[in-house]
């Protein structure tokens, strides 16, 4: 399946994001460092693929902004407190639902 580039990038935007708030040194970060870390959070783009593909008519606001870069936040947030990958789609559920109640029509 083809992933959006900007979905892969926005999401390690959001990981860089959570990691650098986290404060976590980078040989403590789980998956083998911060490349592993940000590799598990980019590994997830398909997700976001499918879940476009689905509401893409429907969508009124810009999904990079308000999918891509808030998943990889919460994503990330997830992984740096020890969880794994089995939780992306239930994440990535609630950031979609959040985006579609905030964005104005």
């Given at each position: 399946?083809?992933?959006?580039q900007?979905?892969?990038?926005?999401?390690?935007?959001?990981a860089?994001?959570a990691?650098?708030k986290?404060?976590?040194?980078?040989a403590k970060?789980?998956c083998?460092?911060e490349?592993?870390?940000?590799?598990?959070c980019i590994?997830?783009a398909?997700?976001?693929?499918?879940?476009?593909?689905?509401?893409?008519?429907?969508?009124?606001?810009?999904?990079?902004?308000?999918?891509a870069?808030?998943?990889g936040?919460a994503?990330g947030?997830?992984?740096?407190?020890?969880?794994?990958?089995?939780?992306a789609?239930?994440i990535?559920?609630?950031?979609?639902?959040?985006?579609?109640?905030t964005?104005?029509?």
């Amino acid at each position: 399946m083809d992933v959006d580039q900007l979905d892969v990038a926005y999401i390690a935007i959001g990981a860089k994001q959570a990691l650098d708030k986290s404060g976590a040194p980078y040989a403590k970060v789980p998956c083998q460092g911060e490349l592993g870390y940000v590799q598990a959070c980019i590994d997830q783009a398909e997700l976001l693929t499918r879940a476009w593909r689905a509401c893409s008519e429907v969508f009124p606001g810009v999904w990079c902004y308000e999918v891509a870069e808030p998943f990889g936040v919460a994503f990330g947030k997830h992984l740096l407190a020890g969880g794994g990958p089995e939780s992306a789609q239930s994440i990535l559920n609630g950031v979609l639902a959040s985006a579609m109640a905030t964005t104005p029509v």
